[in-house]
DNA sequence: TTGTACGCGTTATCAA
DNA sequence: TTGATAACGCGTACAA
């Protein structure tokens, strides 16, 4: 059992209040006791339990980040990014795996429910969620939303425009005078992946391309899945000039089956992913991606829920930030070739 | 500001103690009291405030899972198994990155040390920490160690032998019939990067090859490390047969390095890695890697922290798993070639 | 079965 | 400048 303030307190010779003070630096110590009240917290060295002090102070310095997905290489510099500036206001991160799972949501979320972090901030996942909502209206909780939307729209959200990041990679294929263009992406029930549903028609439709029903293909964000999505379009017997994939994991498995059917990216196949990860830079050949402002957003999205505890709200509610397209070798046969 | 239990125990017409009785299911309330009580909780979504309740209980049901580094393609495979065990056994977890910061370590551990967690798992990292040891014995907190070593051998860990994985990975390439094998590796003053150096040495030396100090480079253990360590080597004037990349980092950069230089794998250069991540697999030729049991390792360890909690030991305080080889084209020319 | 009262470890208020 | 004491919200002996 560790000391107690109240050990301290006995140590020193003083009551408990005045130890509260001199570990606090509060003024109202004389010199000569803070002194000696520091020297014997130093060697005993005691550490005061948060637990008492949350309790107390009604603030535990810890804010939550909630990740839908580990193993997406993106998330490393978002978690990055945020705990900067988190650190930088004298607030640790602790990190929680939802695993698109809600029930695991929900319980990570409890932990601001129930005063254990001070705030949250939830990245991506699923559509729309009642209990985020309620927990925000009703306990007034400070949450921030990254790349997710919430039906109503009073939770500070930051987002990248990922419509206009399908747009720019469609865009893009379309340029290399492609126009059967194949889209591998996730389950439109995540709000990111149907807004690059509609930036995909939406470049379509501005190019005078009529939609294929045919060259959508719509699984879960692996990469054994963008594997699958290419062997499924082949026995479909369509056959596209190009790909976009809508994640890095898609991306990964796609290339792999192209390769494995004995293709050449890009000779026979451009491929454009989303998202500039390590795997999309180390994959043969470099893939063209939609690159986000992961930092800039993680930042932001930090920023957003550090204010909300001090009492202020973002000046604007819903932020949208632009991706910009990085093109390699993946998509551009014509460049290489000259 | 939400409701406590003292405004249910108002509201019901009990007295608090009464409602603490019935929502945390103890005898001694009557069926009628406990339906009426459960059914206001229900109705205004009391949710009771997990500080008070782990300052008097004592315990907050919630792991910490210390990470030294995020971007580690390895790491999501450990940290569900670990979230498995600890689910089932009524265990949230959070992660906590450490980026290899002993301040930040130091602050994470603090979580343990100062009630806001139950216990934690620390994984990998640098060598052996006093202040590790000391929290263990000091405050007997709860901690389990993962593929990292303390001076003294009194907190339970789990680790992977990796002297003999790379043995194994040394040995592999010696079977090719390659008898100058690059080691390129992380810096020794992590524990498992100075095991490997060690397992590189053994293989050499059983079989009769001397060691030359001008293979080894070590460096930091990023993918850009892996590329200028290549480019290092060749600088020397020294030319491999093999490599052996201690790290999926450290390989995804070798291996760029290598392809870049125009060369051919695994027909110019045999690559081995250490980690069967997705990086290893997606890279192009698919990496044969030293593969860890990394399911595992994280089930050990979440049941070791989990025994340590209800007071029971380990059977064995250090616990060292076998890695494997997983043979795949970056190293076998003549089996593809025949 | 139910209620009272105290403890958990801190901070904050008010006197002294 | 200090110290006593009441919160903070919950669990738990003990008494009723």
Known sequence: ??????????????????????????????????????KIVEEYNFQPNKLAQGLA????????????DLSN??????IKSIEEVA????????LCNTDNNPEKEKGYLELVERNQVDGAIVVGGELADRHILNLALNKNASLVLVNRLCEELTIPTVLVDSARGAYLATEHLIDQGI????????????FLESEKLEGYKQALTDNGIELNEKLIVQTEGSREAG????????KKGVTPGGFFATSDL????????????GYLIPEDFSVVGYGDSLVSSIITPPLTVVAEPLTRLGKLAARNLINLLNGKQPAEIIKVLNPSIKVRNSSTP???DK
């Open 227 to 234: 594997y699958r999505a290419f062997l499924e379009l082949m």
């Open 1 to 38: 059992m560790p000391l107690t303030l109240k050990d301290i307190a006995k140590i020193a010779g003083v009551a408990e209040s005045t130890v509260s003070r001199a570990i606090n630096n509060k003024p109202g110590v004389g010199e000569e006791t803070r002194k000696k009240i520091l």
């Open 73 to 78: 290489p993106n998330y490393p510099t978002i």
């Open 250 to 261: 898609l991306a990964a498995g796609l290339v792999e089956a192209i390769k494995m059917g």
């Open 87 to 94: 650190n930088e206001n004298g607030y640790q991160v602790v």
């Open 179 to 190: 126009s059967e263009i194949a889209l591998i992406m996730g389950l439109d029930r995540e």
């Open 334 to 336: 014509h460049i290489k």
């Open 57 to 68: 102070k009604k603030q535990t310095h810890i804010l939550a980040l909630l990740l839908p």
